[in-house]
């Protein structure tokens, strides 16, 4: 080959090579700025993991916060559930005790209600007895007069405010019928008409034969509540408050312990 021919070909390569370089480092640079993005991209992509992770870490945190607040809330509620089971037992207990008690109650209360039928339907009939026969012996003398018209005839006289009479009447009434039922009525009614003529002093006595003889008998707290009574009409309040506490005691349930109650408040 003569020298002008390799000259051109040189050229023409180096040329060629020229172009071919060139054409290289723009691919290059293209990749470059390629994987420049890509990094960028990625790098945002990165950091807003970053930020989404610890928004889910400040979840994550708050959320252990409300296990716990529920957990603390549980176990109070737990605590109030067995307090409050156990007052339940209590009441339950409670209103047991309370319904057998009123069964006993109501139970008494029946056979007290009867028993006091009963007594109203002889009593009514006694007293019906004892009109007409106070009716058909009503000229009779006083000491010849039945029994039982005395006792009816003391009571009337009482009521009408004779108690003179009513004392005559009952004492005969005692004097014929020293065993009579109406006895401890009719000791209890004689002290009545010496409590009403403010004779306390031999009221006090006659009220102590029913206390002492008929303890059982129901005008027995009536006759210890106006002893105290008398005792309190002659200043002594010693005494007074003695009889009115044996009173509470002996007979806490009958209608003169309740006045007994309230006259020891007032005695103080």
């Known amino acids: 080959m003569n020298r002008l021919a390799l000259a051109g070909s040189l050229m023409a390569l180096q040329m060629l090579v020229g172009c071919a370089t060139n054409g290289s480092v723009d691919a290059v640079r ?94 009514q009939a006694a007293l019906d007895e004892l009109n007409r026969r106070l009716h058909e012996g009503s000229t009779l003398p006083v000491d010849t007069a039945p029994a039982e018209i005395l006792y009816q005839k003391g009571l009337e006289s009482f009521k009408a405010g004779d108690m003179s009479a009513a004392r005559t009447q009952l004492t005969a009434f005692l004097d014929q019928q020293p065993q009579h039922e109406l006895v401890s009525n009719a000791r209890y009614w004689i002290g009545e008409t010496f409590y009403s003529q403010k004779n306390y002093e031999q009221a006090i006595l006659e009220f102590q034969e029913v206390i002492k003889q008929f303890p059982k008998k129901e005008k027995a707290p009536s006759a210890m509540l106006k002893q105290a009574l008398s005792f309190k009409a002659l200043k002594d309040v010693k005494s ?29």
Do not use: C, H, N, W
């Not at 605590?79 to 309370?98: E, F, I, N, P, Y």
């Not at 007074?240 to 103080?268: F, I, M, N, T």
């Open 30 to 123: 293209r990749d470059v700025d390629e994987t420049k993005t890509r990094i960028y991209s990625l790098e945002k992509e990165l950091t807003a993991a970053r930020e989404g992770e610890k928004d889910l870490e400040d979840e994550f945190a708050a959320l252990r916060k409300t296990d716990a607040d529920l957990q603390a809330s549980l176990d109070s509620t737990r605590t109030d559930m067995q307090a409050l089971s156990g007052k339940v037992d209590d009441a339950g207990v409670t209103m047991k005790r309370s319904a057998e008690e009123l069964a006993r109650y109501r139970e008494d209360a029946d056979r007290r209600i009867v028993a006091l039928e009963d007594r109203v339907v002889k009593l």
């Open 240 to 268: 007074s408050r003695y009889v009115l506490g044996k009173l509470v005691q002996e007979y806490p349930k009958s209608d003169e312990a309740k006045k007994a109650r309230v006259l020891l408040k007032e005695l103080k």
